[in-house]
């Protein structure tokens, strides 16, 4: 790219040090205490996200995040400039982009609002076409159907248990191409047997898990609990929720069924019901425009005669 060309600084090199035990722990301690670099990289995608892009901003930051990375063998950070410092933050202080709602699980009041950068235009391309959950009809999603007891209190024991054998997960799979599915099932059976060993009650282990992954934790990922316990989950769903849905043969919104008629939503519903209506009217026309046409006929034979 024209005119554009590297960042250019000199950075600090680690003292002299004799290597111990100690000094391996400092080193890894400072690495937690003051590495994070995801402070800088959302920093700078707030910057790129918004309608005014100042790139000297990004450049200090793009500068800091690389201090910070050898931060652990340099133990040097350079400070900002009282200047430097007001003007990072007139930046900073957005919010992160929209897209982070599904990059990091943000919720909406935790990010801009959507703006036209090509991320955050990405989720009007992968639309969901085959249901289509109308919130007017069937208010806000409630996870307390999943749940046959919904005042359970969380189990410390239980949700550590599933955390560590969720984390364990992919190093139990085989390699073995040919038994990926069998070998996929038996692990997550595995994973089920393990946590029926923290407590055998499968319904109040799964009602846990339930309450922890979606009010909790608020997680987008929940592969593990579907797969141990999805029949449970649905043996819930099943007694909680009593009325009946179907897809409309028209749009595919799911619909509740209030009698064995129902066939579309209300909005299609209302537009087969005034199309039927144009047909018949056209058809009606067209018997009273026969019948008038059958009457000026005999008309005119009977005058002849």
């Known amino acids: 790219m024209k005119d ?27 690495a937690y205490v003051g590495g994070n670099i995801g402070i800088y990289s959302n920093n700078i995608t707030k910057i790129w996200n918004s309608d005014n892009i100042n790139l000297d901003v990004i450049k200090w930051l793009c500068m800091e995040n690389n201090f910070t990375i050898d931060y652990a063998k340099t133990l040097y950070k350079p400070t900002r400039p009282k200047k430097m410092k007001s003007m990072i933050q007139d930046y900073t202080k957005l919010k992160v982009p929209h ?8 919720t909406k009041d ?10 955050n235009r990405l989720h009007k391309f992968i639309p969901n076409k085959i249901i289509n959950f109308k919130l007017a009809e069937f208010g806000k999603f409630n996870y ?38 069998n070998n996929i099932t038996y692990t997550y059976q595995k994973i089920k047997s393990e946590l029926l060993k923290v407590n055998s009650d499968v319904y109040y282990v799964t009602d846990v898990l339930v309450k922890y992954l979606y009010k909790q934790k608020r997680s ?16 819930n769903l099943k007694n909680n929720i009593k009325e009946k849905y179907i897809y409309c043969e028209k749009c595919g919104t799911l619909v509740a069924q209030n009698n064995n008629k129902t066939k579309y939503c ?15 009217n056209r058809e009606r026309m067209r018997k009273i425009r026969l019948n008038e046409n059958v009457y000026k006929i005999e008309n005119l034979s009977n005058t002849h005669e």
């Not at 935790?110 to 991320?119: C, D, G, R, T, Y």
């Not at 209302?270 to 018949?280: P, S």
């Open 4 to 30: 554009i060309v590297p960042l250019f600084y000199n950075m600090k090199k680690a003292g002299a040090e004799i290597i111990s035990n100690q000094s391996i722990y400092n080193g890894l301690k400072l």
């Open 99 to 106: 897209f982070f709602i599904y990059a990091k699980d943000k």
């Open 110 to 119: 935790q990010v801009e609002k959507a703006n036209n950068s090509v991320i």
């Open 144 to 181: 307390k159907n999943l749940m046959r007891n919904e005042d359970i209190e969380l189990d410390e024991n239980i949700i550590n248990k599933y955390l560590e054998l969720d984390l364990k997960k992919h190093f139990m799979f085989s390699d073995t191409e040919d038994e990926e599915y």
């Open 220 to 235: 987008q990922y929940k592969d593990t609990l579907w797969l141990c316990f999805g029949d449970i989950i649905v043996e």
């Open 266 to 280: 209300s909005k299609c519903a209302k537009e087969v019901w005034e199309e039927q209506n144009r047909i018949n």
